[in-house]
């Protein structure tokens, strides 16, 4: 299980342009993200209570459905984009249309599908649009490659369920 330290704290990276969580003066977990895609740049800002209790919900929803190791990264980027991340610009035009009805719980995990198939961790929803945190990369329909991290704002009908349900066929 998880164990979180009173000493964890956001900060900005301007070397690596990048959102840190720093874990202790010589670790830390870099996000994805970027100056120009957050709403300000901490400085030793500590993980609070409410990040804390996200990031511990984000890592229990996740545990099983990702290997261990990725499972304290995902929630730290999770926690990240709903912190201190600009709300991104609706793409679902950039990706198909799923005619299978998916569960748009939030701190699940989905697919989106472009030109090829990515999973993605819904963590934000307002009706009818739906905030996911992509983990794996995609190519989108226009060509444009997304990476691993990055936030995408859809709509819910282009979701996709990770696993289809089994079909059982009658036998004799």
Known sequence: M???CPDWCWQYCYEQD???LQLS???????AFSAKEL???????????EQAQLLMDFAEALEGQLPDGD?????????????FVKSPAQKSHLFNFSSIETRTDLMT?????????????????????VDCLLLEPMELLNGKQLAVGQLVRVQQNRLMPVQFA???ALTA
């Open 25 to 31: 003066v010589s670790h830390h977990i870099q996000t």
């Open 2 to 4: 998880l164990s979180l």
């Open 71 to 83: 499972l304290l990264p995902v929630a730290v980027q999770a926690v990240a984009a709903l912190s």
């Open 18 to 20: 990048r959102l840190l």
């Open 39 to 49: 709403n300000f740049k901490p400085v030793q800002q500590s993980l609070c209570m």
């Open 109 to 129: 995990i989905a697919k989106l599908d472009a030109v090829n198939r990515a999973k993605v961790l819904l963590v934000a929803k307002a009706e009818p649009m």
């Open 166 to 168: 089994r079909l059982y």
